[in-house]
């Protein structure tokens, strides 16, 4: 997702990692919250560096909610990447 509560850098980062990955994606716009925590991270202390990645989901909030494993299963493997592509010199400062 790209908005207000999603820094440049980690958005970069997961793009280049689901390119990498060759996994599809989409990026959905947040022009306002995302109703998600990411909204509340990214506002803590003096900001926190937060990304959000999203799985398509039906019937959310319901006891029938349904997802494509496929889908879940590819957002572990954009996850994972992004795990892995960290340093401890991972700078967050845009350029």
Request: charged share 20%; hydrophobic share 40%.
């Amino acid at each position: 997702s790209r908005g207000s509560a999603v820094h440049p850098v980690v958005f970069r980062m997961l793009v280049e990692c689901a390119e990498a990955e060759k996994i599809p994606y989409t990026v959905e716009a947040a022009p306002r919250g995302t109703s998600t925590d990411a909204d509340a991270i990214h506002n803590a202390q003096r900001g926190i560096p937060t990304g959000l990645v999203s799985v398509p989901n039906r019937y959310m909030h319901s006891p029938n909610e349904m997802v494509a494993l496929t889908d879940v299963e590819r957002a572990a493997r954009v996850l994972a990447a992004f795990a892995r592509k960290l340093t401890p010199s991972t700078s967050f400062i845009p350029e």
